[in-house]
């Protein structure tokens, strides 16, 4: 039987937070084009939670500036 510590843990979720966020980026390239690095910048700094609503909303999105408005609330 293998313990999980807490440093192991974390590791765990910050690699599920990563492939969420990666996971996000390759939707919004797919559904609006291109990003600019700034708009990915910004994403990247979106707290997880954020992330997760942004993977919901981003089934909304026409265009590039449905993104850059739903980053702007």
Same mark, same amino acid.
């Given at each position: 039987?293998?313990?999980?510590?807490?440093?192991?843990?974390?590791? !765990?979720?910050?690699?599920i937070e990563q492939g969420e966020r990666s996971l996000?980026? &390759?939707l919004l390239t797919k559904r609006v084009g291109t990003l600019p690095s700034e708009v990915r910048d910004r994403i990247d700094?979106?707290? !997880?939670?954020?992330?997760? +609503?942004?993977?919901? +909303?981003?089934?909304?999105? &026409?265009?590039?500036?449905d993104l850059e408005a739903w980053l702007s609330q």
């Amino acid at each position: 039987m293998q313990i999980v510590t807490s440093w192991m843990q974390e590791g !765990i979720e910050q690699g599920i937070e990563q492939g969420e966020r990666s996971l996000v980026l &390759r939707l919004l390239t797919k559904r609006v084009g291109t990003l600019p690095s700034e708009v990915r910048d910004r994403i990247d700094q979106l707290p !997880i939670d954020q992330v997760e +609503a942004l993977g919901e +909303a981003l089934l909304e999105f &026409r265009t590039l500036t449905d993104l850059e408005a739903w980053l702007s609330q």
